[in-house]
């Protein structure tokens, strides 16, 4: 935490021709500052993975065996059930002719008619997309 009397207490040193102590507290003023910016962009990084969580929580569901997300109105997916329940990661399976590929884990699955429909909003075959969030 940053003691804001302190710069009055440097500004006393200056007014008083103590300037050797007065820049050495300033040099710690400075030290600090810079622990706590370092700090505040850690708690920002922390604070951005939880929302993350939160959104995934809350927008993340599994049907037909395949996980999807509510982005606004549109439905992603279907994404790869081994590589969301082994490493978090949320990978678009590629269409392929017989069925469904993950780019990543190349895990292959059996097409389900019924995922057409539901996938007609953005499954493009080659246009895999890697989505990293943690568990
Ligand atoms: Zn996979």
Request: aromatic letters at 8%; proline letters at 3%; charged letters at 25%.
């Amino acid at each position: 935490m940053l003691d804001y009397r302190r710069f009055k207490e440097i500004n006393d040193l200056f007014a008083s021709g103590q300037t050797e102590k007065a820049r050495h507290l300033l040099m710690e003023m400075q030290s600090r500052c810079i622990a706590l910016r370092d700090e505040m962009s850690m708690l920002k990084i922390r604070l951005q993975s939880l929302e993350d969580v939160l959104y995934l929580a809350q927008n993340l569901f599994e049907e037909n065996g395949f996980y999807w997300l509510h982005t606004s109105s549109v439905r992603q997916g279907p994404f790869c059930p081994r590589c969301y329940e082994t490493e978090g990661g949320l990978i678009r399976l590629d269409k392929r002719k017989h069925g469904l590929e993950c780019p990543c884990c190349r895990a292959t699955y059996e097409h389900l008619p019924a995922l057409d429909a539901a996938a007609s909003s953005g499954m493009k075959a080659g246009a895999a997309r890697i989505l990293h969030f943690a568990r």
